[in-house]
């Protein structure tokens, strides 16, 4: 399940039509070269570069639409993804699934104001503004809308709507992003798919840490404050070429969200870890979610651990491969039930549930990525699966397309 509760099922009359979409894709990815990045612009702090123009009608017909855009919005920048997906989960009928069309974008007004923001649209909301913000930059340049905003060296004010940085997962809402195909249980179940919100707040990075704070309209009818801070000892975001991911970074961050009250109606905390060590990725998090009713004052406490390890194998061809396997552990408690006083008969039972899961992802080229992924929850009790809504197992595919 996608961040937002993403996705939108047919019927198996359309199963030739996805085959013969889905393998068209993979042809013509097949097609296009991979793009050779230079210097750092617009498009690489929005997370992608610029596709070969000589790449095929499809890569040309690319450059002119961004190259329009920059004409029109004089000097801005946009790019775009596109996802389809099906599913095929244990004790029940394959599913395809159409995800989100996103156009990411940002333009810079002036010396120190930028506006970014990014419009999705997808068949169960229509369109929506998913980010949109201005950013004032005391020092530093452009920031990306969303992902990894902490790449570049600054310090912003920003106002709008955003990611709330919880954890680590908050980097790979977008699937163009996410080495896996689903989430971990973290973001689907502790979270409930992410959190977006708006409202107003700083971002800053310095040579060997990094900061947000921010103040929002809150989960209910209250408001929320919080912040995360990243410690990144082994590398600085001045040095010239190579990545722009740290070697390791550290960060704890936390929210607290009150009702119309002034009562608390969420608490969270959380704790991440990403390294990358040669050829190895590792992403872990653990985050802690208290949720109060605002009805009789009842509490239930969510928490999740998820640890994944992405290894860049050799080049199939000039096809870059990557290998992940993941754990994770979920946990509810439910302290208090509605209209009780002594918390003996609960919202729903106590629960635990781990999963495992593997899979690979395949980059085409710049504008194509083919993703698979298998997960299996191989302890949980059946009531324990139908209360949280998740199979016993399942075989996850997606196709992401770059533009």
């Known amino acids: ?34 793009a050779a990045c230079a210097q750092t612009t617009p498009d690489q702090i929005l997370g ?132 896996t195909v689903a989430p971990p249980l973290t973001t689907e179940l502790v979270m409930d798919g992410g959190y977006n919100d708006y409202g107003l707040r700083v971002v800053a990075t310095h040579a060997s840490f990094n900061y947000t704070g921010y103040v929002l309209r809150g989960f209910g009818g209250g408001k929320a404050v919080g912040g995360r801070i990243g410690l990144t000892p082994f590398s600085t975001p001045y040095a010239m070429g190579g990545s722009r991911d740290p070697l390791l970074e550290i ?49 239930i406490q969510r928490g999740g651990f998820s640890l994944s390890v992405a290894e860049d194998l050799m080049r199939i061809g000039k096809f870059p491969l990557k290998v992940h396997g993941r754990y994770e552990r979920f946990t509810r408690i439910a302290e208090a039930s509605i209209g009780t006083a002594d918390g003996s008969d609960p919202i729903c039972p106590s629960e635990s549930l781990t999963r495992l899961g593997a899979g690979v992802h395949l980059t085409f080229s710049d504008l194509v990525i083919l993703k698979s992924e298998y997960q299996r929850f191989p302890w949980a009790g059946d009531e324990a699966l139908s209360n949280e809504g998740v199979p016993r197992s399942a075989l996850l595919l997606q196709l992401v397309f770059l533009f």
């Open 48 to 179: 992608i570069s610029e596709p070969d123009p000589g790449g095929g009608w499809v890569g040309r017909a690319v450059s002119w639409t961004k190259a329009g855009f920059d004409r029109a919005s004089r000097g801005g920048s946009m790019l775009g993804f596109w996802d389809v997906g099906a599913s095929i989960p244990s004790g029940g009928s394959a599913a395809s699934q159409i995800g989100d069309l996103e156009f990411d974008f940002a333009k810079s007004i002036g010396k120190n104001v930028e506006a970014a923001g990014a419009v999705v649209y997808n068949r169960e909301s229509g369109t929506r503004l998913s980010v949109g913000f201005l950013d004032y930059h005391f020092f530093g340049g452009m920031i990306s809308s969303r992902g990894r905003i902490f790449a570049e060296k600054g310090f912003h004010i920003q106002a709008g709507r955003f990611d709330i940085p919880l954890g680590g997962d908050w980097k790979y809402f977008a699937s163009k992003d996410r080495v």
């Open 251 to 299: 960060g704890f961050s936390f929210l607290y969200d009150t009702d119309r009250l002034g009562l608390p109606e969420n608490r969270i905390a959380a704790l991440d870890l990403g390294a990358g060590l040669g050829r190895f990725n590792v992403q872990m998090e653990y985050v802690a979610r208290d949720s109060f009713s605002d009805v009789d004052r009842s509490r």
């Open 1 to 34: 399940m996608y961040p937002g509760g993403r996705g939108d099922c047919f019927g198996d009359s359309y199963m030739l039509v996805r085959v013969t979409f889905i393998v068209a894709g993979i042809i013509a990815g097949w097609a296009f070269p991979a």
